[in-house]
């Protein structure tokens, strides 16, 4: 092997790595086993350099490869998180709660969601709707959001459902011919009838793709939900354009001023943070008057946190926006996930999940 055949190899044990990391194997054995067997290759290599180098330089070599495939298999093996990420269908189970997988008859398709509840579950509980963002499983979104919390704390019912290929059709201007307002209603129905919930207590939020979808649901069934959250999103124009809520919709959204994805400020596909706040508090008939306050941070991550509120809306609902400064595409406070690297900062001065849930909780839908 000449020596740019070595770097080739090490480049191609490289691209393993990552085809192992992105791949989604279905078990922690899975990934230990690949990173495992990518370090006997890296060794090899290594050896393989040495009978033509030099024992010194190829052992080195060897070394240096078998002790950094060591690192990453200790890193991945003592890391939940990145073994969440990679097992894209493993639910970190959160204490004091259980879960299921179930389905949803709709258009003629079995339509998958997983439900967090309570270990001892009790009639009337309120229900947390969680829409995962483009690419993502209902199991990677839970993980992410740590949202099993509010099952153990609140006694909620948090339902998580997965788009049809891992896509919301949230444009009412689009092309799409999947009916996910019906599935998600249909959905809302069944939790009220399968899990005994309290019917004026359903909220929805989302997550980028997720968040949007939250909004065309509030736009197109505003009777049947309590409020909504958006992270990481704004309002599409098409959305915009095509929205006619039959009541008021309290609304609470979290936009970071550095997100590479949906620009805070806007452009010709989405609403700007203002304008989607102004929209929603236009529909929930509060004059413009607001306050603005700048939170106190828990870290010295680089993120700040502001919180304006419109302070003058009517009894019943509410709309207020979390500007992260600096902060990315992402769900704020989450633990690094893979999903979201290269996407921006994630802030540890705002844990989303908390947040939206004690903004929704205070609404409430007519009986």
Known sequence: MKFSGVLRSAAAASVLLFAVAISAPTARADLASGLAGLGAKMRAIGQDFGQ???????????????????????????????????????LDPTPGTASLVDYVQIGGLARRYIAIYPTTPTPGAPVLILLHAHGMTPERMANLARVGRLAASEGAYVLVPEGQ??????????????????????LIAKAISAY???????????????????????????????????????????????????RKMPFVLMDGTSDP??????????????????????????????????????TSDGTDIALTSFTSCPAGTGVSAYTIDKGGHTWPDSDGSFYTLGLGKTTQNLDATTALWSFLIPFSRPN
């Not at 010194?56 to 991945?76: E, F, H, Y």
């Not at 309290?198 to 909004?215: L, Q, R």
């Not at 505003?222 to 095509?242: D, E, H, K, P, Y």
């Open 261 to 298: 994805v949906i620009w805070y400020n806007g452009n010709l596909l989405f609403e700007s943070v203002a304008e989607t706040a102004a929209f929603w508090a236009l529909n929930a008939g509060c004059p413009g008057s607001m306050t603005s306050a700048k939170l106190a941070n828990q």
């Open 52 to 90: 033509r180098t030099g024992a010194a330089l190829g052992g080195a070599l060897g070394q240096t490869l078998g002790s950094l495939s060591g690192s990453l298999l200790q890193g991945l093996l003592t890391s939940g998180t990145f073994l969440k990420e990679a097992a894209g269908n493993y």
């Open 196 to 246: 005994k919930v309290d019917k004026t207590h359903i909220y929805v939020a989302g997550y980028s793709n997720g968040g949007f979808m939250a909004e065309r649901l509030a736009c197109e069934k505003s009777n049947l939900i309590a409020g909504i959250a958006a992270v990481a999103s704004t309002m599409r124009t098409g959305l915009a354009n095509n929205c006619s809520p039959t």
């Open 165 to 186: 290929n891992k896509d919301w059709n949230d444009d009412p201007t689009s092309n799409k011919s999947v009916d996910d307002v019906g599935f998600l209603s249909a």
